[in-house]
């Protein structure tokens, strides 16, 4: 079997495919253009983490208040503020699932 032969083989077997993916990596590569991709891939991952940081701070924060509040609507009632005078607790908006 001649080199030519199984190059044709291997096309055939559907090689060409993986085959052109091999050389835009290698032309990627080549030209820095993955060295970029793999650059913003990390940045955009850094700032999908700060996001959750941010996001877990403010539950925890919001979680804080609403305890803080809890406890000044019990002192006030025990030291016999009327519970019909406090303003009524906050409702929460729904949010449309869309």
Known sequence: MSAA???ALVIALGSAPLLMEAIKGFKAWKSGRARE?????RNALG??????ERADNEASYRRK???YAS???RILVELGYP?????P???RE?????
Not at 83 to 87: A, F, G, I, N, S
Not at 94 to 98: A, F, G, I, K, L
């Open 5 to 7: 032969e199984i190059t």
């Open 47 to 52: 700032r999908l983490v700060k996001a959750e």
């Open 89 to 91: 607790w906050p409702v």
């Open 71 to 73: 406890s000044l609507r």
């Open 65 to 67: 208040m609403q305890e």
């Open 37 to 41: 991709e793999r650059a913003n891939n």
């Open 94 to 98: 729904r949010q449309s699932t869309q």
């Open 83 to 87: 519970e019909d005078k406090l303003p």
